[in-house]
């Protein structure tokens, strides 16, 4: 069965937010998220960078931290209020769920906490406001990324992750399942009114397979895999640019100094009316990955950034998905 939405969440999620990486060549990736991708560098430590994309009127978007091995170290939700914080930890402590209130520069309230499958995640009520920049169209850089909104994670049983999720108020726009079935293959959840702020796709994990930011238009993709090529990155890109089926995104993938993988796309469609149904997909139907371009490489499939401490787990489902490799008879 479908999971179903709860409508009275225990506490209100508004969006995607922010992501933590560790990198181990902190310039090095600096470099990469302002030259090649286009963000904007709010601030500088000596051990961490905080990036933007240029609308976004929050601190930040994006942390790379220093560290010795490359890690997705959080992904980031922002939740309405500060009481929400306080309704989450309550809720976290009634049903068993590990969590913690840290300090985060720049943030209000923050809790951290690992959902069922593994995901380290963070929720914050608040940041501190910067400048946007979005018609500062002098500065404008590569992709120009507008403003982040999704995470996908990898995950060894898309049921469980997608049933509490939706148990915290996230819908699902559109979903992918083994053929004729509703036997979940990857979904695609959103709080914020287009089709996703989180996706869970199939396979070993918990790892995190990319985060999206948003560009202004098609013109823009392609600058930015123009300015990948022009810097020395063209081989990072695994995928694209293409158009999905699922959310209707044309989309380019790169990946960064530490092979994170970054996704720029133009937009999706919105989701807001409570009428509307998911999309539903054989996992089968090539549509679903592509309506046009070549299918996904063998590292955009199977690559992916672990979670600290976070030990890899055997998908329940057998994924078999057709690679670009196979498609062109390489092996
Ligand atoms: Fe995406």
């Not at 220093?66 to 309405?80: P, S």
């Not at 992750?161 to 979903?175: D, V």
């Amino acid at each position: 069965m479908l999971p179903i939405t709860n409508y009275d969440p225990p506490f209100a999620l508004t969006r995607a937010s922010h992501v933590s990486l560790a990198v181990t060549d902190l310039e090095a990736s600096r470099d990469f998220y302002r030259d090649v991708v286009g963000l904007v560098v709010t601030e500088q430590t000596d051990d961490a960078v905080y990036l933007r994309g240029l609308e976004e009127s929050a601190h930040h978007s994006l942390v790379l931290e220093r560290a010795d091995e490359a890690k997705a170290l959080r992904v980031g939700l922002r939740v309405r209020a500060d009481a929400d914080i306080v309704a989450a930890e309550k809720y976290f402590a009634s049903i068993g769920i590990d969590h913690q209130r840290v300090e985060k520069p720049h943030q209000g309230p923050t809790l951290q906490f690992t959902d069922p499958v593994g995901t380290h995640l963070e929720l914050t009520s608040s940041m501190d406001l910067v400048e946007r920049r979005m018609q500062n169209f002098d500065q404008f850089v590569s992709g120009a990324p507008q403003r982040i909104d999704h995470f996908q994670v990898v995950t060894y049983d898309v049921q469980s992750a997608t049933g509490f999720w939706t148990g915290l108020g996230m819908r699902m726009s559109e979903y992918t399942a083994e053929d004729g079935t509703d036997e979940l293959w990857g979904t695609w959840m959103e709080v914020k009114g287009n089709t996703h702020d989180l996706v869970f796709t199939n396979g070993h994990g918990p790892r995190l397979h990319h985060f999206a930011y948003t560009v202004p238009d098609a013109s823009a993709l392609l600058h930015a895999a123009d300015v990948a090529g022009a810097l020395g990155f063209g081989e990072e890109i695994d995928r694209g640019p293409g158009r999905h089926g699922i959310s209707n995104a044309l989309f380019l993938y790169l990946r960064d100094p530490d092979q994170h993988r970054v996704e720029l796309f133009t937009t999706h469609y919105q989701f807001i009316d409570l009428e509307e149904v998911p999309i539903r997909w054989d996992v089968s139907n090539p549509r679903r990955a592509q309506l046009w371009g070549m299918p996904a490489s063998r590292r955009w499939f199977f690559e992916a950034s672990e979670f600290p401490g976070e030990v890899l787990r055997e998908p329940l489902l057998h994924a078999n998905p057709a690679t670009l490799e196979e498609y062109l008879g390489v092996h």
